[in-house]
């Protein structure tokens, strides 16, 4: 019924940047929260950051003023900028959805996107 497609991944060297970006498609009305998640090899995955529908947003203290979530609620996509990247930012991130409305009725608590990759290198 819905799908959460990230795009924007890829390697780069440390100070550099990348921008994610996450589209959600299918029967959707509105969508609570958009946020990202990653996780890097053996560890859990952790909150990146999470933007509202109304804007409000929060960013865990390991990316605060170097990356920067948005959103365009009539695309219903979510993004991330990523600057000042540094090896420890290095892992998966996911695409995430809270509490999204779909068309035909009823209330799905969360979906995630597959996840893309993200190598940062020293």
């Known amino acids: 019924q819905v799908q959460l497609v990230e795009s924007g991944g890829g390697s780069v060297q440390a100070g550099g940047s990348l921008r994610l970006s996450c589209a959600a498609s299918g029967r959707i009305f509105s969508i609570d929260d958009m946020g990202w998640y990653r996780q890097a090899p053996g560890k859990q995955r952790e909150l990146v950051a999470v933007i509202t529908s109304g804007g409000s947003t929060k960013h865990a203290d390991s990316v605060k003023g170097r990356f920067t979530i948005s959103r365009d609620n009539a695309k219903n996509t979510v993004y991330l900028q990523m600057n000042s990247l540094a090896p420890e930012d290095t892992g998966v991130y996911y695409c995430?959805?809270?509490?999204?409305?779909?068309?035909?009725?009823?209330?799905?608590?969360?979906?995630w996107g597959q996840g893309t990759q993200v190598t940062v290198s020293s």
């Open positions: 995430n959805a809270k509490r999204v409305v779909l068309t035909i009725g009823g209330m799905i608590s969360e979906y």
